[in-house]
């Protein structure tokens, strides 16, 4: 079955970087696309990036310049690298194998805590 097992958060100051980890197995990580998540606390679940199997990206506006998403497809595992962290940024992230074009996702992780202080 469909697992992602995302790791890395933790807590940082505003300015910081951080990278996510997201473990895939259970499928053709090579041959999906991959996208990032987060959902602050009170907010709705929100898209911030994704990755096609043969390697183009696309980003949310509000990421945009200071996140980026890249995979390892000989290790299954998708990154997310963040900078230039603010308290809004603030939020539980998870990795999704997503549907190619509207990114829908179609099976989640259990999502990885980070928390930007200022």
């Known amino acids: 079955q469909v697992q992602l097992v995302e790791s890395g958060g933790g807590s940082v100051q505003a300015g910081g970087s951080l990278r996510l980890s997201c473990a895939a197995s259970g499928f053709t990580f090579s041959s999906n696309c991959m996208g990032w998540f987060r959902q602050a606390a009170g907010k709705q679940r929100e898209w911030l990036s994704s990755?096609?199997?043969?390697?183009?990206?696309n980003y949310a506006g509000s990421v945009k310049g200071r996140f980026t998403i890249s995979k390892d497809n000989a290790k299954n595992t998708l990154y997310l690298q963040m900078n230039s962290l603010q308290p809004d940024d603030t939020a539980l992230y998870y990795c999704?194998?997503?549907?190619?074009?509207?990114?829908?996702?179609?099976?989640w992780g259990q999502g990885t805590q980070v928390t930007v202080s200022s």
């Open positions: 999704a194998l997503v549907v190619c074009g509207n990114n829908e996702p179609r099976y």
């Open positions: 990755i096609k199997p043969s390697g183009p990206t």
